[in-house]
């Protein structure tokens, strides 16, 4: 069943953003990143709008084998690699590329029947995945033993802050660490793409950019040249004329300080908005910005409409995307902007533009 509450997807918006990645990292091809359902935008969607990208990047092979019975035929990198005989068999039938981090895929790969195209993951300061620049130099002799070049990659830990040093030495260990090593590099996400040139390399790996927000800790797509993707909205569905001392929803968080209008809005936290929204996160609507009232309810938020000109049932309520952006709601939720986009696109109807 349909819920009330609306995330419009705004696909030219992504190609737009696709664009400035492009931009910002001219001699790079780009690998657009659409895992977790391309952050809640539609994976599929969104891989039929990217055809302008150089492949694609998901987290795991089911998302990898549905984008190509969709009938997606780009490149596509399974990020979190592949578990097993069977995996990498169906990975090989699909054309898929795979990355490396850990000594039991090496193995598995070792004994493929078929040739698979690898990335080789180098652990250069996240201590997340990947091979450690000690043991790089036997990992990739074995992968080249078995007839590929991989392509070098690692992962940026700290980039999402311009002024953290952590990402020159990240990249000083890789550069360290990769040496004279043959084969292409990839090292930049949208945080490195945006931020550090120096990180750019073969292959950037745009993320949180294409759709619209930016990877800076407070920062905002719209300065850096990014639209938003993503509108999510829901419709007014009750006004109430309450009184001083009355006191809205669960927990009467919220108290009335004079005689004022209350709106009620078809969204919640079933709908993925963020249920740690305080009161005063902004909403928008045809006569402006109101604000939230008292606590998220699952399916139902209520606003303050003092400044709200004639709102009448039924208009649509705005809770991010263009005039709000999406990083302004996580941030006042105590939240980021990767959050608050998958959780409201895995819960709500999208309609496509």
């Not at 927000?213 to 850096?224: D, I, L, M, T, Y």
């Not at 609507?285 to 303050?304: F, N, Q």
Request: proline content about 6%; overall charge positive; charged content about 20%.
């Amino acid at each position: 069943m349909r819920r009330a509450a609306c995330a419009l997807i705004d696909l030219s918006a992504l190609r737009h953003n696709l664009e400035k990645a492009r931009a910002a990292a001219p001699r790079s091809r780009v690998l657009a990143v659409i895992k977790a359902d391309a952050y809640g935008h539609g994976a599929v969607a969104a891989a039929r709008a990217l055809t302008g990208a150089d492949g694609l990047a998901v987290a795991h092979l089911g998302e990898a084998l549905a984008l190509r019975e969709a009938g997606i035929r780009a490149p596509v990198l399974v990020l979190q690699g592949l578990r097993g005989a069977a995996q990498l068999a169906q990975a090989a039938a699909h054309g898929l590329d795979v990355a490396v981090h850990h000594e039991a895929q090496l193995k598995a790969l070792e004994s493929a029947p078929a040739p698979i195209r690898v990335w080789l993951k180098v652990d250069s300061g996240m201590h997340r995945l990947g091979f450690t620049p000690r043991e790089l130099p036997e990992v990739y002799r074995r992968l080249r033993a078995g007839g590929g070049v991989p392509v070098l990659m690692t992962h940026l830990a700290c980039a999402d802050d311009r002024a953290d040093p952590s990402t020159a030495r990240q990249l000083a260990r890789f550069e360290q660490a990769v040496g004279k090593l043959d084969g292409e590099s990839s090292i930049a996400n949208s945080a490195g793409l945006l931020g550090f040139p120096d990180t750019h390399r073969d292959w950037v790996r745009p993320g949180i950019m294409l759709y619209g927000a930016s990877p800076f800790v407070g920062g905002s797509g719209e300065r850096e040249g990014l639209r938003p993707v993503m509108t999510l909205s829901a419709p007014l569905i009750a006004i109430r004329h309450l009184r001083a001392g009355d006191a809205v929803g669960y927990g009467g968080t919220y108290v009335c300080p004079e005689d004022m209008p209350v709106g009620v809005v078809a969204i919640g936290y079933a709908d993925g908005y963020p249920r740690h929204a305080p009161s005063g996160t902004p909403v928008r609507m045809a006569g402006g910005r109101a604000a939230l009232l008292g606590r998220v309810s699952m399916d139902l938020i209520t606003v303050d409409l003092r400044g709200i000109r004639r709102p009448r049932l039924g208009d649509d309520v705005v809770l991010w995307g263009p005039g709000l952006p999406v990083e302004e709601v996580a941030t006042r939720s105590g939240s980021i902007a990767y959050e608050l986009l998958c959780n409201a696109g895995r819960h709500c109807h999208r309609e496509y533009r």
